[in-house]
Every structure is written in structure tokens, then in C-alpha cells.
């Protein structure tokens, strides 16, 4: 009876998270670690996603209306360095990659009315196309704006017939009214999760990684499990001094890993490499 | 030396002479004999001025494009409002604030008079509770307009299911829908409760159709002393209910805003700035509806003169203390200096809605003070332009709150300054306007939008009390 | 037991009423009594109704059940929902969040409040109910009614009282 389990399970049930050593025993928590120093900010993760999750082409029009639907964005800042600026105008510009950051405490979580966006156990920001009602409460409220919302029915506008054929199969194709994001290729973890489990074992570090981290021709992203000391990313972490849990990191010199917006308390996945150089902000 | 002063100077006893007991203007007048109320109410229900068919069309008219413009948005989309990333909800949740604003001060304003005993409330509270609760319907309908899948809209609702799938209770959305719920439903139950002796007049002197509804609706009520014992504890508890809910309401509607971490939102003192914004805009639509109905009904005799007076007096209370919120949220943003949100508030007064801000600066603020001239609280014109002014005040005031921090919050890569609603948002948001209107003055049309019996407590008091002072 | 039959009297203003009544309560008839006189007025008049004995309200009864089993009730249906959700984990707040179940759990109390205080009245109100038939349309306007039940035999000297006191009319029950 739902009293009784409420009763029985009550302290779990108050549990804050995220807690230090959340994910010790727990096999998966994805994570991701983008070097900006070593982006072009050549947009191939961009096309890629576009392909791997079936985002529609929204067009010019759309596109200027600030309707497109972007998992992964490729931003461009300039006057870091005044200096260059002076010499050549239109060079010195800083790239940031930025799609969902599957924040622990993520704020679009909490304020949706339906539940249709929740935490998975491995630690992502999972989003129900079915339940969603599209009252865009979760955008409103994510200080990274990375929830696209299908504005329009776009399907039979991004892929008239034939195009309908190149979709992936694996992946939902969004009708209007829903609200969508990065899903980390939630597809693709499923799948391998799968795998390593019919043959008893943990996905491998490297097994399994997302379509932008794929398709980056310098290996700017890296994609893993935090949950296995060894991968790649939760070395990088370790080196890095960032901690999940912790809402401020050590700032030390030689260290480049910052988490965007750690000070809102949301605790992002996604660790940015990238000397912070103004410290005070 | 003397002790026997004599304090009184002949000066003194020529001022005491003319200061004469002179009788205020009474609220309503005193020889007003209670078949005559009966008469003049229930006549408004039958024959209004032409006026009222010009008001009833005109809003037929923008209701019917609202709808039209809603069908088009359904059928193609929410990208018909051009609303985009950062601006998700545009002029939809803003309008949805307006209204539930409005309807707060109808159940509010008649609660709390009721407990204070304030009896000039008699003639205006049936009306005012009236445009409660059809405020409250049409802020229900921007709940629904706004939704990406409106045909979904119940998930929302917490209903029982083989799935244990639940709303999220953690969300602002959901207390919404449960403080609006609750509220409409109490709304319309001290509205109904208030108006059973009044149909009991309706059906005693209605025929045909009519006296049916009038019959079902009165339930017999037939007057008795035990009926009206219970009925005046009723009506006060009701009364003693309502009150903190009408102010539990509207401070869950900001914590919409206020529980997010948006720059701008994110305020301590939303929640009592929200209520009395909400009481503000409230208090102008009933100096509105006085008017209107004072003329479209004739009731020139129980909407008098001075009740406006106290009304106006009111209102220019609760704006002055609406002024002071005001200035002290701009003031604790920026007395607490974070970056973020002093860029947001720059922002605001700034830049491209500005014009929004300043706006409402102009209505909302400034322009109550127009209220302390007394030509314009005696010309009935120019105070009803007043008070549609003071009221798009506040709805500007919705907006300045929800657009800019969209175009300029804590994300650079979103600042969008460029962003205006297209056609459907606007034709939606008018239509809304035509939506309340309609279903208020079909309301006044059908039920009497002044409360007989009260009015007849009103004048029984009133000759009661001058009887007893000898006059 | 014998059947009881009604009288009606209408009366242009409460003192006129009241002196009535004054009157009824000095005599005593065989069956008639005091609790069965029924005022009947456009407006309320606690001080006639007094005259008339102690005739409690209880409807405030109803409101403290209303509002102790509300949000009781709404605490724990809000609470057993969330702890049985499937999808439990979010945006790193407990499963059961005390704030947000504080707020709803007001509203429930509130909610319940008013809906058993309006079910209280219509029970204090004898209401959805029949008109007596003896129902005259003027004590919605501006008269002021007395009903009486009493014996037939009685009524006559009933009538004869309530008649001392410019009644603008009497009504009688007819015989059927």
C-alpha cells in the first residue's frame, strides 16, 4: 500500500542530492570533459547530432525567428584578447560547444509540472517526449537554455519523401508541442548497457560514446563512465580537481577544468577545459 | 489668584455654534423603500440600455477572432505566436498573471470588507465576486492556450491510474493548478451561497423559462430565521476562509517566477508585491465595471457617489502601497549587487523593452495621483479612462516582468533583443478580453449584479442608526 | 397524534412582528409551542429571532471537520503519490519535499473548509428542499411573515392574536 511504502521508505525518500560519493557503488554515471583548447569550433559535432538524433532542419526563416533546434551549438565570444582584437577584427574568437549539461540538481527537473523530465539512475537528465504537455516551464527555468521546443510540426518539413528514409530508427521522431535536448545518445548507452549485460560485465571505457564526440576531429569531447575510476573522463576529473558534489572547485593555477554556472548549485556532467582567467567573475 | 478659569472665549463659542452636526452624504439614500430595490434590480434584468448590446457584440466580436486565432495555433503549432528559445512564453503567461490579478480583488476586497463590517461594500460585491470568478476562467484558459499539447492538458491533473503516474508535485505549476482550483471553486461558492436569497426574489417574480433556472437555483430558500442564522455564519466563515487564500494564491502564482533562478524572477519579495499588484488592477476593473454597469443598468441610485469615493480611496491606497514594493524590489537589486540580476534590472529600464517598463511607470505610478484631482473622480468619463489606463499599467507591468529577463538572462549566447508577438499572440490575448466581457455581462444580464437583500439591510441599518441619533 | 395545520401572517415592519410574538410567548394554548413559530423576512433580524428561543447553528462544526481532515487527508494522498512515482529522482530535491507539500497541503485545507462549511449550511438550511405551502412572494420583498403550526383547534385564537397587530394579512391553510 502506497502509505505504508511511503512510511517504511521515508528516509530514502528525504535524500538531497547530489551527495559526495553518490555513484561509488553504482556501475554507470555518464559524464564529458571538452577541451576548448583544443576546439576549432569546426561544427562537425553539431552535424553529427543532427544526423545521430534526428533533429529537423528548421530552415532560414525558423532559424532567424530563433526557432531552431540545436542539441549541440557551437558559440562564439570575442574580446577576450584585446590585443588581437586590435590587429585582426575578426580573429580571436573563443568557441563553446554547449548542449545539455545533465546537471544533478538540474533546475528544469524540479518545475516540470508532469514529471515528464527526471533523473535516471545513471545519472542523466532524461526527457519523456510522451508525457510532455509543452508548458516550456523546464526552458524558462534552465540557465543554459538548452531545451529546444518543437514549434512547429516539423517532421514532414525537414524530410519530405524520401527523406524520411535516412532517420535513424533508434530515435523518436519529436511531433510538435514537446520539448527535446541533448540525451547524451541515450540510444546508444542503452544499447551497450544492454550488451555488457547479457555478457556479464561492465561497458568498457571507449566502447560506447556519443555522436558528437565521435565525429570531433580533434578529440575535444571525451565521453565516459565517472562511476569507473579508470575511463579517460574520470581520470581527467581526478586530474582536474572537480569534484561532482562540490558547488566550488579548488581554483589552482595549473588547472583548466571549470564547470559552467557551478555557483547556481546545478552541478553539471560536463566538465570545460579552459584556463579561467578571470577569476574574480 | 483664581482658580475658576474660563476656558471658553466667546470666539470659541461662535465656532461651536457653526460646527452644526452636519450628516456626511449617505452611502445610499434612506427612503429607498425595499419593493422599490426589488423593482430596480430585478428591471435591470430584464430591459438594459442599448449600451449593453453594443458592449455584449463588441466583445461577441474579439471573443470570435480569440478562438480563431487559437485554432490557427493549434493547427499549426506554437511557432504561430513566433515565440523562439529563450521567450518561451511571451504574452501568454503574462495576460495569465493579469487575470488572476483581476480576480483577486473581487472574493479579497468583499471578504475582507465583510468582516469588517463595511457596509458600503453591499451594492458592489455581488458584481465584484461575479468578475472573480470569470477572471479566474479566463486566466484558466491562458493555462491551457499556453500548453505545446493542449489536447494532453490532464496530465496535469492528478488523477488516479493503473501507470502510478503522478503530476510533480514540486512543481510551481502544479500549486498553481491546485491554489486556482481551489479558489475558483471557492469563489463560486461564496458568490453562490451570497446570492440564494436573491434568487429566491428572482424566482417569486420571474416567469417561464427564467423562473425554472431561478427555482432550481434558490432551492427553496424561502427566508426563514433559522435559514438566515445559518446563513450568517456561513457567510463569515466563508469570508474568514477566503481571505488567506486569495492571498495564498496569487503569492503561489509568483513563486512561478520566484523559484526559479532566472535573474529578475528570483526575488524575495515577489510573493506580497504579486498580491497587491494583484489587488491594484483588481480595484481599477470593479472602478471600471461601476461605471458601466452604473450606466447600462441605471443603477444610479445604489452605485452612488460616495461608495465610488470609498472605492477610489482604496485603490489609491493599495497603488501607494503597490509603489512601495515596487521601489524597494528595484532597490534590494541593486543595494545586493549581484552582477547578474543589476545587468538584468539595467537591462529593464534600458533597453528594448524600456518602453514596456516606463509604461508602466507612467500608468501604474505616476497616474494614481490623478486620482487625488477631484474632477476626475466626479466625471464619470474621464474616470473610467483612468481606470482602463491604471489597469493596462498593470498588464504592462506582467510583461516587463516576463520579457526582459527572457531577452537578458544569465546566458549571453540567449540575449535576443529583437523578439516582438506576431498576430496570433495578440488576436489570443484580445480575444481573452472579449472572453471575460462576454460571459460578465451575460452574468449581470441574468443574475442581479446588485445584492437586493443586502442593499435592504443597508437602508434598514441606516434609518436604524439615524432614528437613534434623533434625526 | 393529531395533524397540525398552518396560519401565516404578514406584517409591514419587525416591530410589529415582534409584538406578535410577544404576545404568542404570554399565552399558552394546548398544542402549540414557541419552536413552532417560523419567522420569515427578506433580511436578517437577529434580534426577532432571539425573541423566538435558542435556535443553535452548526455549521461551524462542519468547518473544523472540514478543516482538520483536509489537509491531513491531501498530506498524505500528495505524499503516497510522490513516494510511489516511478520516475522519482529530481532536479537533486528529497522525493518528498516538505516546502512544496507545505503549500499544497494549505490548499487542501482551505479547500475542505470551504466545501464543508457550504455542506453544513445546506443541512443548517434544510435545503435542496420543498416551499411550505403556505408561502406567500411578499416576505422576499419587503413583508415580514409568521409562520405558525399549530393544532387546528388553535388556530382561530392564533389568528386572533396575530390579528392585534395590523397584520396586512392572514393566511390560512385550506382544508383538503
Not at chain 1, 558534489?245 to 546545478?266: N, V
Not at chain 2, 450606466?295 to 485603490?315: A, D, G
Not at chain 2, 479612462?385 to 526582459?404: A, C, H, K, Y
Amino acid at each position: 500500500m502506497s502509505l505504508s511504502n511511503l512510511i517504511k521508505n521515508w528516509s530514502t525518500l528525504r535524500v538531497k542530492r547530489p551527495y559526495e560519493d553518490q555513484y561509488k557503488d553504482k556501475d554507470y554515471k555518464w559524464a564529458m570533459v571538452i577541451d576548448l583548447d583544443t576546439c576549432t569550433g569546426c561544427n562537425a559535432c553539431t552535424t553529427a547530432c543532427y544526423a545521430e538524433n534526428n533533429l529537423p532542419v528548421v530552415g532560414k526563416e525558423f532559424f532567424g525567428k530563433g526557432q531552431a533546434m540545436h542539441w549541440i551549438r557551437i558559440e562564439r565570444y570575442w574580446g577576450e584578447n584585446e590585443e588581437m582584437e586590435g590587429k585582426f577584427p575578426d580573429r580571436g574568437a573563443q568557441f563553446l560547444p554547449m548542449l545539455c549539461q545533465q546537471c544533478e540538481a538540474a533546475p528544469c527537473e524540479v518545475v516540470c509540472p508532469v514529471g515528464a523530465t527526471h533523473h535516471t539512475p545513471d545519472g542523466l537528465n532524461s526527457q519523456v517526449y510522451n508525457r510532455c504537455v509543452g508548458s516550456r516551464y523546464c526552458s524558462a527555468n534552465c540557465p543554459y537554455k538548452v531545451r529546444y521546443f518543437n514549434w512547429w510540426q516539423y517532421p514532414e518539413r525537414a524530410w519530405p519523401n524520401p527523406l524520411e528514409q535516412q532517420l535513424n530508427p533508434d530515435v523518436t521522431v519529436r511531433s510538435k508541442g514537446v520539448m527535446e535536448k541533448c540525451t547524451f545518445c541515450v540510444q546508444r548507452l542503452t544499447e551497450a548497457k544492454n550488451r555488457a549485460r547479457t555478457e556479464g560485465r561492465r561497458v568498457a571505457d571507449g566502447e560506447v560514446t556519443t555522436a558528437c564526440a565521435q565525429a570531433c576531429p580533434t578529440s575535444a569531447i571525451t565521453f565516459g563512465n565517472l562511476a569507473d575510476d579508470k575511463s579517460e573522463v574520470a581520470r581527467i576529473w581526478a586530474r582536474q580537481k572537480v569534484d561532482l558534489a562540490k558547488d566550488k572547485q579548488d581554483k589552482e593555477e595549473d588547472l583548466r577544468g571549470y564547470r559552467i554556472f557551478e555557483d547556481l548549485r546545478t552541478y553539471p556532467s560536463i566538465v570545460y577545459m579552459e584556463r579561467v582567467r578571470n577569476f574574480e567573475a | 489668584m483664581s482658580h475658576t478659569v474660563d476656558l471658553h472665549t466667546p470666539e470659541d463659542k461662535d465656532i461651536h455654534i457653526e460646527r452644526k452636526f452636519v450628516p456626511k452624504p449617505l452611502d445610499i439614500d434612506r427612503e429607498v423603500s425595499w419593493a422599490k430595490i426589488n423593482k430596480d434590480v430585478l428591471r435591470s434584468l430584464e430591459r438594459p440600455r442599448p449600451m449593453f448590446w453594443v458592449i455584449f457584440v463588441a466583445a461577441l466580436a474579439l471573443f470570435s477572432f480569440g478562438v480563431y486565432c487559437e485554432i490557427y495555433q493549434y493547427q499549426n503549432g506554437m511557432g504561430a505566436a513566433d515565440l523562439n528559445n529563450p521567450q518561451v512564453w511571451g504574452l501568454y503567461i503574462a495576460t495569465f498573471i493579469f487575470w488572476i490579478g483581476m480576480g483577486h480583488s473581487g472574493t479579497l476586497l468583499s471578504a475582507l470588507l465583510h468582516i469588517i463590517h463595511a457596509d458600503w461594500r453591499k451594492p458592489i460585491y455581488r458584481y465584484s465576486e461575479a468578475m472573480t470568478t470569470f477572471s479566474l476562467l479566463t486566466a484558466a484558459l491562458f493555462v491551457l492556450i499556453h500548453l505545446g499539447r493542449i489536447w494532453e492538458f490532464y496530465y496535469v491533473v492528478a488523477y488516479p491510474n493503473e501507470r502510478w503516474v503522478w503530476p510533480n508535485f514540486s512543481s510551481p505549476l502544479v500549486w498553481d493548478a491546485t491554489a486556482i482550483g481551489t479558489y475558483l471553486t471557492s469563489s463560486l461558492l461564496f458568490l453562490y451561497t451570497g446570492m440564494v436569497p436573491d434568487l429566491a426574489i428572482c424566482r417569486d417574480n420571474a416567469r417561464g423559462v427564467r423562473k425554472k433556472l431561478y427555482t432550481f437555483l434558490s432551492m427553496g430558500w424561502q427566508g426563514t430565521d433559522r435559514q438566515w442564522a445559518n446563513f450568517r455564519v456561513t457567510y463569515m466563515t466563508l469570508a474568514c476562509l477566503l481571505m488567506p487564500l486569495a492571498v495564498s494564491v496569487h503569492s503561489i502564482v509568483s513563486t512561478d517566477f520566484a523559484v526559479s533562478q532566472n535573474p529578475g524572477w528570483h526575488i524575495t519579495s515577489f510573493p506580497p508585491y504579486f498580491v497587491l499588484g494583484a489587488l491594484y488592477s483588481g480595484c481599477a476593473v470593479i472602478i471600471t465595471l461601476f461605471i458601466v454597469l452604473r450606466y447600462v443598468f441605471r443603477f444610479e441610485e445604489y452605485m452612488t457617489m460616495p461608495i465610488l469615493n470609498k472605492l477610489i480611496k482604496m485603490t489609491f491606497a493599495i497603488a501607494m502601497v503597490w509603489n512601495y514594493l515596487n521601489l524597494i524590489e528595484y532597490a534590494t537589486v541593486w543595494y545586493g549587487d549581484n552582477e547578474v540580476a543589476k545587468a538584468q534590472f539595467i537591462y529593464k529600464i534600458t533597453g528594448t523593452y524600456a518602453p514596456v517598463f516606463w509604461g508602466m511607470v507612467l500608468c501604474s505610478t505616476v497616474l494614481p495621483f490623478a486620482l487625488l484631482i477631484k474632477f476626475v473622480r466626479t466625471h464619470m468619463p474621464t474616470l473610467l479612462v483612468v481606470s482602463l489606463l491604471l489597469n493596462l499599467g498593470m498588464w504592462l507591468e506582467r510583461v516587463q516582468i516576463i520579457t526582459p529577463t527572457f531577452a537578458h538572462s544569465q546566458y549571453p549566447w540567449t540575449w535576443t533583443a529583437n523578439w516582438f508577438p506576431s498576430w496570433v499572440q495578440w488576436g489570443i490575448v484580445a480575444g481573452s478580453f472579449g472572453w471575460f466581457t462576454m460571459l460578465f455581462m451575460l452574468y449581470c444580464k441574468i443574475f442581479p449584479a446588485i445584492s437586493m437583500y443586502e442593499v435592504k439591510e443597508m437602508v434598514h441599518d441606516q434609518s436604524k442608526m439615524l432614528k437613534a441619533r434623533g434625526q | 397524534m393529531m395533524k397540525k395545520s398552518h396560519t401565516l401572517a404578514l406584517f409591514n415592519d419587525f416591530e410589529e412582528a415582534g409584538q406578535a410574538i410577544r404576545d404568542l410567548k404570554a399565552v399558552s394554548l394546548p398544542g402549540f409551542r414557541m419552536e413552532d413559530v417560523v419567522i420569515k423576512s427578506p433580511i436578517e433580524h437577529p434580534e426577532l429571532s432571539e425573541m423566538l428561543g435558542d435556535r443553535p447553528v452548526y455549521v461551524q462544526w462542519f468547518t473544523l471537520g472540514g478543516v482538520l481532515v483536509g489537509p491531513l487527508t491531501g498530506l498524505i494522498l500528495v505524499a503516497s503519490a510522490q513516494a510511489n512515482f516511478l520516475l522519482q529522482i529530481r532536479g537533486g530535491r528529497p522525493v518528498v519535499p516538505v516546502p512544496p507539500d507545505m503549500v499544497l497541503t494549505y490548499e487542501f485545507f482551505i479547500l475542505s473548509g470551504v466545501l464543508m462549511t457550504v455542506l453544513g449550511c445546506f443541512i443548517g438550511w434544510k435545503l435542496p428542499g420543498r416551499r411550505s405551502p403556505l408561502y406567500n412572494a411578499k416576505v422576499s420583498e419587503d413583508k415580514i411573515g409568521l409562520l405558525i403550526k399549530a393544532d387546528p383547534l388553535v388556530i382561530p385564537k392564533i389568528n386572533e392574536i396575530l390579528a392585534r397587530h395590523k397584520p396586512i394579512e392572514i393566511m390560512g391553510e385550506d382544508r383538503r
